[in-house]
Each structure stands twice: as structure tokens, then as C-alpha cells.
């Protein structure tokens, strides 16, 4: 069974105060490791996909890194705008009459003070 | 916006009672997932759907079923509803252009239910 576990719970950071977070990870054959941002009460926001230990992808402050064991999504020089939720997420490997549902960790809260 | 919407947003109903959530998934998206979000369990699979069939179910409830229209909208229908079943349910879709590839799946903003 796939697990996904995410570290810190919470996070505060002053603005500017740069960080990372972890996501680790078990899964029988990782077809895709996904980072998305929630906003409360808000549905989750797609940011990054990474396939393969090395990859890694940035956008704006955020910048996603992989492993075979686990990802890391830094957050270079925070604004409170970053405030969210960050869920890190695996994919089910295909077999028939599977799904490709995605299993979610807890996610991590952060809060970045002006 | 990620072009996946959901109805209604909110929703207040009674233990007992029967409700549906709708959803339209993004325009060329062929699968469509549910998922439960509570305080307590975080985001959990329910049921996917591709192209009108049923795929597979994760931890849904006999309480709970869903379908697929031909338009590609889908709906989860929740029956006699328990206090427990108050949560934002959300459903995400994904192109999945056969059946073996994988993509990113894009949520909707959910659908808050609470079972008074």
C-alpha cells in the first residue's frame, strides 16, 4: 500500500526566510509524485509533476526535487501570499481494473508573517 | 481556476437525508475522481470514473455511489446521510488518453457538506 508522509506539520517563516519541506515516500513503482497547494476551503492547486529520481522543476519561490525516497519542495524567499497548505501526493501504478487515484500526505501547513 | 466545477458549494442537510454533487470535469478531461476531505482523514479516494465507466472504488462507502454521464459530467450521490459524512468533497479529472498513461489530476473547488 502505498504511503506518503509529510514533514513539518506546520511551518512559520518570517517573509523572506527561506525553507523546504518534506514529502517521503512508499510506493511499489512510482509512476508520478505530485506537489499541490490548498488554500482553505479551497480545492487543492496543481504545481508540480516529477517522474524520475534527479528531476526536479521550479516556479516562481517554489522549487520541487525528487528522489528515490523522497521529494522536497523549497521555498526560496517567502511571501505571505505562500501561505497555504502544500500536499505532497504518489500515483497507483497501472493494472487493470485499478485506479490511478492519487494518495495524499497530510500535507504541510505554512505561514509566512509579513 | 482549473476549468473543473462543482455544484453546489455548499450544502446543509439533515441526518437521513439524500444528496447528489455534481461535477463537469475539464473539457477533453475523460476520467473523473471523487475524494473526501475531513479534519480527521485528510484527502481520501472514493470512487474514478473514465469515459462513462466505473474504474475502481477506494474507500467509499455503500452509502455512496456515482456515475458518469455521456456529456462526461459526473455525480456522487450520498444516502442516509450520518453526522460523520460532513466534509468538502472534492473531484479532480485527468485527459488519461489510454488507459495506461498517467497525468496530473486538476480539482474542482469542492462541494462543503454538512449533515445537521
Known sequence: EDQVTQSPEALRLQEGESSSLNCSYTVSGLRGLFWYRQDPGKGPEFLFTLYSAGEEKEKERLKATLTKKESFLHITAPKPEDSATYLCAVQSPYSVGSARQLTFGSGTQLTVLP | ?116
Do not use: M
Not at chain 2, 30 to 50: A, E, H, R
Not at chain 2, 92 to 101: F, I, W
Open chain 2, 1 to 116: 481556476d482549473s476549468g473543473v466545477t462543482q455544484t453546489p458549494k455548499h450544502l446543509i442537510t439533515a441526518t437521513g437525508q439524500r444528496v447528489t454533487l455534481r461535477c463537469s470535469p475539464r473539457s477533453g478531461d475523460l476520467s473523473v475522481y471523487w475524494y473526501q476531505q475531513s479534519l480527521d482523514q485528510g484527502l481520501q479516494f472514493l470512487i474514478q470514473y473514465y469515459n462513462g465507466e466505473e474504474r475502481a472504488k477506494g474507500n467509499i462507502l455503500e452509502r455512496f455511489s456515482a456515475q458518469q454521464f455521456p456529456d462526461l459530467h459526473s455525480e456522487l450521490n450520498l444516502s442516509s446521510l450520518e453526522l460523520g459524512d460532513s466534509a468538502l468533497y472534492f473531484c479532480a479529472s485527468s485527459v488519461e488518453a489510454a488507459p495506461s498513461s498517467y497525468n496530473e489530476q486538476f480539482f474542482g473547488p469542492g462541494t462543503r457538506l454538512t449533515v445537521l
